[in-house]
Each structure stands twice: as structure tokens, then as C-alpha cells.
């Protein structure tokens, strides 16, 4: 069974930096599609990054230029560098998992920019 853990988040000013990490335990790491998402008060969850086994990445168009996904297949992490934060990044976010159609998510990591 999967877990997974994100970590990293916080309080930060309109204009820096945080850097989220999803440490997953489990098997088949290096063949899962990775992804972060978020999810704001009363809004929808959304997809903000996803990085497939082979490093292809895909980004929600509000963040692209300032996010950054990445793996490292032999530590079971996935990161979500993110610069240039903005009041509007405000949300919780969620590490998932995708494999064969399967997903796992973690239990969230609040981010709060401030203006």
C-alpha cells in the first residue's frame, strides 16, 4: 500500500519561495506518473504539475514559468519548486500518485501567500 507524505509548506510573503517535497513509500515509484495538486476554499481540486516516468512535465497555464516539478526516483520524492508566489497560490496541496489508471493521494500540505 502507498503513502505518501508531503512537506514544505507554510507562510510566505507575495513574491517568494517555497519548495514542496512527497516522499512515497510503496513499490513502482519510478513507474508512476507524479503529479501536485491544489485545492482552495471553496474551489475545486486542480492539477498544478505532473511529471511522468519518463520526465515529461505538464503544468496548469497559472503557474507556468514560476513552478517547477522534478523526481528523484531513487529517494521515492517528488518536489514542486515555487517561485514568484502569489496570494492566489493560496491553497492546500496534494501529492498524487497515478499508476494504471490508479491513484493515491497524500493528506495535503497548506501554502498561505501573503499580500
Known amino acids: 500500500q502507498v503513502k505518501l507524505v508531503e512537506s514544505g509548506g507554510g507562510l510566505v510573503q507575495a513574491g517568494g519561495s517555497l519548495r514542496l517535497s512527497c516522499a512515497a513509500s510503496g513499490s513502482f515509484f519510478s513507474i508512476s506518473t507524479m503529479g501536485w495538486y491544489r485545492q482552495a476554499p471553496g474551489k475545486q481540486r486542480e492539477l498544478v504539475a505532473s511529471i511522468t516516468s519518463g520526465g515529461s512535465t505538464t503544468y496548469a497555464d497559472s503557474v507556468k514559468g514560476r513552478f517547477t516539478i522534478s523526481r528523484d526516483n531513487a529517494e521515492n520524492t517528488v518536489y514542486l519548486q515555487m517561485n514568484s508566489l502569489k496570494p492566489e497560490d493560496t491553497a492546500v496541496y496534494y501529492c498524487?500518485?497515478?499508476?494504471?489508471?490508479?491513484?493515491?493521494w497524500g493528506q495535503g500540505t497548506q501554502v498561505t501567500v501573503s499580500s
Open positions: 498524487n500518485r497515478r499508476i494504471m489508471s490508479l491513484d493515491s
